[in-house]
């Protein structure tokens, strides 16, 4: 499973940002998409995610977690730790080393 071609919204409190997490998905040659609509192929949900979590789920697209999120963009590691800034290329190079998500 790869990131790349695919379509992502984020809804609901991410532990690594919003920004960060737009960043890593583009990197892996995703799509980012403001909001959910019929074409995304995952929403990545954190806490507190909403009416866009009920919507994604009603359309029958894929809500996957923020970790299930890292696992998906980990098969661009070397694209995705190329092009982000040291900070959240430090938190991503955390995350597939330890598989944990947490702050660093």
């Given at each position: 499973?790869?990131?790349?071609?695919?379509?992502?919204?984020?809804?609901?409190?991410?532990?690594?940002?919003?920004?960060?997490a737009?960043?890593a998905?583009?990197?892996?040659?995703?799509?980012?998409?403001?909001?959910?609509?019929?074409?995304?192929?995952?929403?990545?949900?954190?806490?507190?995610?909403?009416?866009?979590?009920?919507?994604?789920?009603?359309?029958?697209?894929?809500?996957?977690?923020?970790?299930?999120?890292?696992?998906?963009?980990?098969?661009?590691?070397?694209?995705?730790?190329?092009?982000?800034?040291?900070?959240?290329?430090?938190?991503?190079?955390?995350?597939?080393?330890?598989?944990?998500?947490?702050?660093?």
């Amino acid at each position: 499973m790869s990131a790349a071609g695919t379509v992502i919204a984020f809804t609901g409190d991410l532990a690594m940002g919003r920004h960060p997490a737009w960043r890593a998905a583009e990197a892996a040659g995703a799509v980012v998409s403001r909001k959910v609509t019929r074409e995304v192929h995952y929403l990545v949900a954190g806490p507190n995610a909403g009416s866009a979590e009920m919507q994604a789920r009603a359309w029958g697209i894929p809500v996957i977690t923020e970790d299930q999120f890292c696992e998906l963009v980990r098969f661009q590691r070397g694209a995705i730790v190329a092009d982000l800034d040291a900070a959240t290329a430090g938190m991503i190079r955390h995350v597939m080393a330890t598989g944990h998500l947490e702050a660093v």
